[in-house]
């Protein structure tokens, strides 16, 4: 899912945070931050 990927880099890059994710793609998001070894952002 892409646009979870693009979430995952503005989180990276500090301009969101992970609950201005939305609902429907915070899963994935949490995913990804997870195998990039960030899961502390996805909280």
């Keep these: ?3 979870a990927t693009i979430y995952v880099y ?4 500090g301009d969101k945070t992970y609950p201005q994710v ?3 793609i915070q899963p994935e998001v ?3 931050l997870t ?3 960030y899961e502390d952002l996805a909280k």
């Design 1 to 3: 899912m892409a646009i």
């Design 10 to 13: 503005l989180i990276l890059d």
């Design 22 to 24: 939305p609902t429907k």
């Design 30 to 32: 949490k995913r990804q």
């Design 35 to 37: 195998v990039l070894g």
